[in-house]
């Protein structure tokens, strides 16, 4: 079975500032992992996903993650916060390799402080 | 091309009713998701059509239904509704089946409120 925390549902950081939001993850077998991004009154958007290769992903308005399998962690970050970074954001994860549904985290409320 | 467009945005129902929801995918997706999202339980899978057939489905009652037409348009249906229904129901498309390999593209959702 999959399972997806994030570590805090609301992170405060400064415009310029680094964002890190933590996402942690158990699976059964290999993952597919994903960070999703939604602004008020929106749906979702992805930002990234890692299927297989590279455990860095980057994706897009500057953000990545990187895949540490050891720690079953997938840490979203942006070096340089900006205004319009303020929004939800979700990690989810679905089994690799099989035709099954996403299962997303509670989500982790950004807000950017001036 | 168009995105994933929902209808009705907002809706209000009163308990014992029930509603329907509306979904076009994006042209040539034939795969289509539901979601509710709330803040207690954030998101959470309904189910999955793909080629008309339900190829998935979450935990959710039988009060819980939906349909894909054969143009991959998708419905779904909430009988007899709760207070605890009240939600924004998403829907996503993606090419293939499944929301792991194939990108799911999210639409605005309807808000449903529930008196």
């Known amino acids: 079975a999959q399972s997806v925390t994030q570590l805090g549902s609301h992170v405060s950081v400064s415009e310029g500032a680094l964002v890190l939001l933590r996402c942690n993850y158990s699976?059964?077998?290999?993952?597919?992992l994903f960070w999703y991004v939604q602004y008020p009154n929106q749906g979702l958007q992805l930002l990234l996903k890692?299927?297989?290769?590279?455990?860095l992903v980057k994706g897009i308005n500057g953000f990545e993650a990187e895949f540490k399998k050891s720690e079953t962690s997938f840490h979203l970050t942006k070096p340089s916060a900006h205004m319009s970074d303020a929004a939800e954001y979700f990690c989810?994860?679905?089994?690799?390799?099989?035709?099954?549904?996403?299962?997303f985290g509670k989500g982790t409320r950004l807000h950017i402080l001036p | 091309k168009a995105g994933v467009t929902q209808t009705p945005r907002y809706l209000i129902k009163t308990r014992g009713q029930q509603v329907t929801l509306s979904c076009s995918p994006i042209?040539?997706?034939?795969?289509v998701s539901w979601y509710q999202q709330t803040p207690g339980q954030g998101l959470q899978f309904l189910f999955e059509?793909?080629?008309?057939?339900?190829?998935n489905k979450g935990n959710f009652p039988g009060r819980f239904s939906g349909r894909q037409f054969s143009n991959s348009r998708s419905e779904m249906n909430v009988s007899t509704l709760e207070l605890g229904d009240s939600a924004l129901y998403l829907c996503?498309?993606?090419?293939?089946?499944?929301?792991?390999?194939?990108?799911?593209?999210f639409g605005p959702g309807t808000r449903l409120t529930v008196l």
């Open positions: 996503a498309s993606s090419l293939g089946q499944g929301g792991g390999f194939n990108e799911q593209f």
């Open positions: 699976s059964s077998v290999p993952p597919y």
């Open positions: 890692y299927t297989t290769g590279a455990t």
């Open positions: 989810a994860v679905s089994p690799m390799g099989r035709d099954d549904k996403i299962i």
């Open positions: 042209s040539g997706h034939r795969s």
């Open positions: 059509y793909f080629s008309e057939t339900q190829r």
